[in-house]
């Protein structure tokens, strides 16, 4: 624990190397952990990439290997590891992250970039049959059913898009969709491609009741759900695209979660915790593309850069001076505070005190934990405490400060 890193990017998807070319370009001291031996997350798994702006035409591995060569351009520090928890040290500023192995290390700020994986249904089959016919990446398994018959599971973009990418190896692709005939949850452009592709097929109003085979999956049983009729159906495999469960295990109990357990997070990335940030598809959020992952990883990392220059100047200017200091909490755009501060600066002259001031909108984690909900709000600070406060005060209210 004697490393403290400026941040600390928990996953090495688009949202985390995002914020590690951010993070390191900015002089900060960058180290990203990441479980798999490849970086890229689920983008790594993608087979083509057409709506990331500015490339035209790539492969998910051939983008992220971009973003992992940036990275190393900037100097970030890369390390295999299975975070199991994350922690506030006692001084409430450093972060304390917890391996799988046991190591410990330190950081001013922590960006977790954990990302989604694969939705589990759990139909009777699809466990016992994982990695025997059953699969969750098309990327991945596409060539070992060259000529074969598969089922896919979903409707959504991922469902589509992959389907269209398997028909380059497969004989056919019979779709097995929730809603009434011609209703997909992909976008109309990802319609298209399958409804124009003679090797897909579509399975209305059903689903998947369970998966079948000896050694392999050879069939499935398809329940129609407005009859519940089961009809036998065989097939070689089955790929399920049936949405993501975000990674956050490690993060019960620590931060805000929502229902679902993605990272509640706001227009900084900051989550519950103070200096803790979250980025691409392990966020509570709209829209999970690796375009929006790359967004949030750069505007997590100036978030991170600017809260630890904020926390290191309290620290000196505050926390550890020797002689008191008074610290007014106000805004540039306020009339109040500007008219305060000439006041102020005569006052803290005077009286041979040096004046720190705090912006709350960029300092809103101080702000808020001396509960200043007034600006201006002045409060003098003796041996790192608190000694008197004024909170929205008049010019000649001032020398009760001192």
Same mark, same amino acid.
């Given at each position: 624990?004697?490393?403290?890193?400026?941040?600390?990017?928990?996953?090495?998807? @688009?949202?985390?190397?995002?914020? #590690? $070319?951010?993070?390191? +370009?900015?002089?900060?001291?960058? !180290?990203? &952990? =990441? *479980?798999?031996?490849?970086?890229?997350?689920?983008?790594?798994?993608?087979?083509?990439?057409?709506?990331?702006?500015?490339?035209?035409e790539s492969t998910g591995p051939g983008l992220m290997n971009?973003?992992? @060569?940036?990275?190393?351009?900037? #100097? $970030?520090?890369?390390? +295999?590891?299975?975070?199991?928890? !994350?922690? &506030? =040290? *006692?001084?409430?500023?450093?972060?304390?992250?917890?391996?799988r192995d046991g190591e410990t290390l330190l950081a001013k700020s922590v960006i977790i970039g954990t990302g989604a994986n694969p939705r589990v249904l759990g139909i009777k089959g699809e466990r016992e049959f994982t990695a025997k016919g059953v699969s969750y990446c098309a990327t991945c398994d596409a060539d070992f059913y060259e000529d074969l018959d598969i089922i896919v599971v979903g409707s959504g973009n991922t469902a589509v898009e992959e389907s269209v990418f398997l028909t380059k190896f497969v004989n056919s692709v019979r779709m097995v969709v929730l809603h009434d005939e011609g209703i997909l949850d992909a976008d109309r452009t990802a319609q298209e491609q399958a409804y124009a592709n003679d090797k897909i097929s579509f399975i209305w109003n059903s689903c998947v009741d369970e998966i079948c085979g000896d050694e392999l999956v050879n069939g499935v049983k398809i329940k129609n759900l407005k009859t519940g009729e089961i009809t036998d159906e065989a097939c070689d495999g089955v790929f399920m695209f049936v949405g993501t469960v975000p990674m956050t295990d490690f993060l019960k109990d620590t931060i805000e979660l929502s229902k679902g357990g993605y990272i509640v997070v706001d227009d900084?990335?900051?989550?519950?915790?103070?200096?803790?940030?979250?980025?691409?598809?392990?966020?509570?959020?709209?829209?999970?593309?690796?375009?929006?992952?790359?967004?949030?990883?750069?505007?997590?990392a100036v978030a991170a850069d600017r809260y630890v220059q904020e926390e290191e100047h309290w620290s000196e200017s505050v926390l550890e001076a020797e002689k008191d200091v008074l610290v007014a909490f106000w805004s540039p755009v306020d009339p109040k505070s500007l008219e305060l501060m000439p006041h102020l600066e005569k006052m803290a002259a005077e009286n041979s005190l040096r004046l720190v001031t705090m912006d709350t909108y960029k300092s809103r984690n101080i702000a808020d934990r001396y509960e200043v909900s007034q600006i201006p709000t002045v409060?003098?600070?003796?041996?790192?405490?608190?000694?008197?406060?004024?909170?929205?005060?008049?010019?000649?209210?001032?020398?009760?400060?001192v």
């Amino acid at each position: 624990m004697s490393e403290v890193y400026d941040v600390i990017i928990i996953g090495g998807g @688009a949202g985390g190397l995002s914020a #590690g $070319v951010y993070c390191a +370009r900015g002089k900060m001291k960058t !180290l990203v &952990l =990441e *479980s798999s031996s490849n970086t890229g997350g689920q983008c790594a798994k993608t087979s083509e990439l057409e709506n990331y702006p500015g490339i035209v035409e790539s492969t998910g591995p051939g983008l992220m290997n971009m973003f992992r @060569a940036h990275c190393d351009k900037f #100097g $970030v520090e890369f390390q +295999r590891a299975q975070v199991t928890g !994350l922690a &506030l =040290e *006692s001084d409430g500023f450093h972060k304390r992250v917890t391996t799988r192995d046991g190591e410990t290390l330190l950081a001013k700020s922590v960006i977790i970039g954990t990302g989604a994986n694969p939705r589990v249904l759990g139909i009777k089959g699809e466990r016992e049959f994982t990695a025997k016919g059953v699969s969750y990446c098309a990327t991945c398994d596409a060539d070992f059913y060259e000529d074969l018959d598969i089922i896919v599971v979903g409707s959504g973009n991922t469902a589509v898009e992959e389907s269209v990418f398997l028909t380059k190896f497969v004989n056919s692709v019979r779709m097995v969709v929730l809603h009434d005939e011609g209703i997909l949850d992909a976008d109309r452009t990802a319609q298209e491609q399958a409804y124009a592709n003679d090797k897909i097929s579509f399975i209305w109003n059903s689903c998947v009741d369970e998966i079948c085979g000896d050694e392999l999956v050879n069939g499935v049983k398809i329940k129609n759900l407005k009859t519940g009729e089961i009809t036998d159906e065989a097939c070689d495999g089955v790929f399920m695209f049936v949405g993501t469960v975000p990674m956050t295990d490690f993060l019960k109990d620590t931060i805000e979660l929502s229902k679902g357990g993605y990272i509640v997070v706001d227009d900084k990335q900051e989550t519950s915790m103070p200096g803790v940030y979250g980025a691409g598809d392990v966020c509570d959020k709209f829209l999970r593309q690796v375009v929006t992952a790359a967004g949030d990883g750069a505007v997590a990392a100036v978030a991170a850069d600017r809260y630890v220059q904020e926390e290191e100047h309290w620290s000196e200017s505050v926390l550890e001076a020797e002689k008191d200091v008074l610290v007014a909490f106000w805004s540039p755009v306020d009339p109040k505070s500007l008219e305060l501060m000439p006041h102020l600066e005569k006052m803290a002259a005077e009286n041979s005190l040096r004046l720190v001031t705090m912006d709350t909108y960029k300092s809103r984690n101080i702000a808020d934990r001396y509960e200043v909900s007034q600006i201006p709000t002045v409060i003098r600070f003796s041996q790192g405490e608190p000694a008197s406060r004024l909170d929205a005060p008049a010019a000649d209210q001032l020398e009760k400060l001192v």
